[in-house]
């Protein structure tokens, strides 16, 4: 089976831009969150989607929004990009209410 | 609202000796909890999870944890530690029910073996 695919692996960006990261979630799993990972604030999350609803979203600017397809797959975008957003993104996976979560590899965006 | 307080930033052991990895937990509602494991340039693997029934929780590579609700905590351990066992590990918490399905995360423990 195969896991959770987040693309791209890198980015690098300059303050201002936006960006669009990807996330294929395990077939089958209809819930996908995206959590931040920096060294300074950790893992924080910034939304879950279920079934293409947002169900629950984070403390984080509205520069920072979602989606989620028909299909399951989400993405997420960054508008008007700062230095602060540099980070680990990381999507994770899970089948519905009460189960675990499986995490992607993540995107490591660099804002210059 | 939930928290994870982890105990340690950093925790070196030898080779072959116990892992504790020490895990606090505040939450209102009975808690689902998670450790999670993160090697360098990679996302997270779940190492073992706590929803109901037996507090003693067995995950994979040899690592266990055990939910102790009288003192909030669900440390990790694991007899004897391997060098392939150097990472960061995170403890997280999620609520039961309701909207908030989402993970909160402590700040991690950096796990060194030496050999």
Not at chain 1, 69 to 96: H, I, K, Q, W
Not at chain 2, 40 to 60: D, E, F, R, S
Not at chain 2, 83 to 110: H, I, K, N, P
């Amino acid at each position: 089976k195969a896991g959770v695919t987040q693309t791209p692996r890198y980015l690098i960006k300059t303050r201002g831009q936006q960006v669009t990261l990807s996330c294929s979630p395990i077939s089958g799993h209809r819930s996908v969150s995206w959590y931040q990972q920096t060294p300074g604030q950790g893992l924080q999350f910034l939304f879950e989607y279920f079934s293409e609803t947002q169900r629950n979203k984070g403390n984080f600017p509205g520069r920072f929004s979602g989606r989620q397809f028909s299909n399951s797959r989400s993405e997420m975008n960054v508008s008007t990009l700062e230095l602060g957003d540099s980070a680990l993104y990381l999507c994770a996976s899970s089948p519905g209410t009460d189960y675990g979560y499986t995490f992607g590899s993540g995107t490591r965006l660099t804002v210059v | 609202a939930q928290s994870v307080t982890q105990l340690g930033s950093h925790v070196s052991v030898s080779e072959g000796a116990l892992v504790l990895l020490r895990c606090n937990y505040s939450s209102s509602v009975p808690p689902y909890l998670f450790w999670y494991v993160q090697y360098p340039n990679q996302g997270l693997q779940l190492l073992l999870k706590y929803t109901t029934g037996a507090t003693l929780v067995k995950g994979i590579n040899g690592f266990e944890a055990e939910f102790k609700k009288s003192e909030t905590s669900f440390h990790l351990t694991k007899p004897s530690a391997h060098m392939s066992d150097a990472a960061e590990y995170f403890c997280a918490v999620r609520s039961g029910s309701g909207s908030a399905r989402q993970l909160t995360f402590g700040s991690g423990t950096q796990l060194t073996v030496l050999p």
